[in-house]
């Protein structure tokens, strides 16, 4: 299901690299702010009854609609019919048409983390030797857990987390 506020964001997020694209300066605030935004309505669909996700999905919406007032102001630079096509996309989206499909993420959120901890997860390109990584982790006092052969999770003390993820670091290195 795609939400009109998906389809607003994405429009938006088109004319921004369009506008970009054509040498056009984007305000500094903005690109940060969709980040934001995308992860609001992202938060949303996860749990539409929420009321705080509720909230925030408002929150969006209203942002989304400054962001296209500055938009469309930059882009009545390029002509009127530059501004007609994003406009006729935007009251397209206002119909509920799904013009562009919405990216899946692929973060996932862990489920479960033992409390107090720090945890750290990596996600491999080859697999590794299982006993070395269990060995590091031991060293430094972490706790393992392996989802597969790719992905690895670390729990532990934030210092001991980092100085077992420098020394997992050397695993990625080029030969």
């Known amino acids: 299901m795609s939400l009109p506020s998906e389809q607003n964001w994405l429009v938006l997020q ?3 690299i369009d506008l970009t694209k054509k040498g056009y300066e984007i305000p500094n605030g903005i690109n940060p702010e969709m980040g ?3 992860s609001s309505i992202s938060s949303y669909k996860r749990d539409p009854s929420h009321p705080e996700l ?3 999905l408002a929150k969006a919406e209203m942002a989304l609609n400054n962001i296209q007032g500055t938009l469309l102001t930059i882009a009545e630079e390029e002509g009127e019919n530059y501004v007609d096509y994003w406009l006729d996309l935007l009251k397209q989206v206002m119909k509920g048409e799904e013009l562009f499909e919405f990216a ?9 983390t033992p409390p107090g901890l720090t945890t750290g997860k990596i996600n491999l ?9 269990q060995e590091i982790a031991e060293w430094n006092g972490l706790i393992i857990e392996f989802e597969d052969d790719m992905t690895v999770q ?3 003390d934030q210092e001991d987390l980092k100085t ?3 020394e997992m670091g050397s695993f990625f290195l080029d030969d």
Do not use: M, Q, T, Y
Not at 104 to 112: D, P
Not at 125 to 133: M, T, W
């Open 154 to 156: 670390l729990h532990g």
């Open 125 to 133: 390109k080859v697999p590794l030797a299982e006993e070395r990584v």
């Open 104 to 112: 899946k993420s692929r973060s996932k959120f862990l489920v479960n």
């Open 36 to 38: 934001l935004i995308r």
């Open 14 to 16: 088109n004319l921004i």
């Open 164 to 166: 077992g993820l420098k």
């Open 54 to 56: 509720i909230n925030g």
